[in-house]
């Protein structure tokens, strides 16, 4: 291996996502596996990650120690838990290297966490880290820009396995959160996420959210924009799990560039404006 590899951590290593993200390093060039972490008393401590990930044996052993794993590391790889990902922010900042976050489910307080840390630390987080789905993101930006708020509402309707734990999923608030900017109003207070009941008429100008849940449905993804008398749909199909690995290295290839900040994948991609 080129010495100039970026050496990764993979945090959740023995994860669904830990153990893609693993086999897309041993294949992609320019970088290499330097660490795999996992939480205290899991039984993968001790144990080889290649190994662990089904990509063979590959010399590194599973850690519980993030600090001394962050030491001489690069970056890090991040799908797990949002507390845990604001423990890892706080170790990439004291080591000033990258971290590539992909958790979702995080809190206000969690992302004033993560932006606190990139001040020192070169973090991109994002809710999906396709290059499809952050296109769609564009996309449902303009889309909701071009129609009329009065004449046009806004469904954002997804479907994952029935293992996820949260909901809605990032990548249909990372696309609410573009409908919103194209609206020029805050999902926050113009959304609608739950209904039971008798729920009257539709509130005009709202954003709402349907979630679906079971199977091993990696990602369906769907904004609906229902006018009077015709119906616009953007759609993306998640097909295979390594899309979000592959656009994780990507991430931390480019960030490894960038000066400390906070990014997302539309920086990555420049999709940004």
């Known amino acids: 291996m080129d010495e100039q590899d970026m050496k990764l951590v993979v945090v959740g290593a023995a994860g669904r996502m830990g153990q893609t993200i693993i086999r897309i390093i041993q294949q992609t060039p320019g970088v290499k596996l330097h660490a795999a972490v996992e939480r205290n008393g899991s039984s993968f401590i001790g144990k080889d990650a290649g190994e662990i ?14 600090l001394a794993a ?51 630390a070169r973090i991109v987080k994002s809710g999906n880290m396709s290059l499809g789905v952050n296109l769609l993101g564009v996309l449902v930006e303009q889309a909701a820009r ?29 696309l609410g959160e573009a409908a919103a900017k194209g609206r020029a109003i805050d999902l926050a207070t113009q959304s609608v996420r ?51 690995a592959r656009g994780a290295v990507t991430a931390a290839l480019w960030a490894r560039a960038q000066k400390p900040g906070f990014y997302t994948m539309l920086d990555v991609l420049g999709l940004s404006h």
């Open 194 to 244: 739950v209904r039971d009941g008798h729920t009257g008429a539709r509130p005009g100008g709202t954003i709402g959210f349907a979630t679906l849940r079971g199977g091993s449905v990696i990602g369906e993804h769907s904004a609906i924009f229902a006018g009077e008398g015709e119906l616009l749909t953007l759609s993306h199909s998640a097909l295979d799990r390594t899309i979000f």
């Open 146 to 174: 071009a129609l009329p708020a009065e004449g046009w509402d806004i469904e954002i309707l997804e479907m994952h396995h029935k293992h996820k734990v949260d909901a809605p999923s990032g990548t249909a608030l990372l």
């Open 53 to 66: 990930a089904g990509a063979g044996f590959c010399g590194v052993p599973v850690s519980d120690d993030p």
């Open 70 to 120: 962050f030491l001489h590391a690069d970056g890090v790889i991040d799908f797990t838990a949002p507390a845990s990902s604001v423990e890892f922010a706080g170790l990439a900042a004291q080591a000033r290297i990258v971290h590539v976050i992909g958790t979702t489910g995080c809190t206000a307080d969690d992302e004033a966490a993560f932006a606190a840390a990139a001040r020192h």
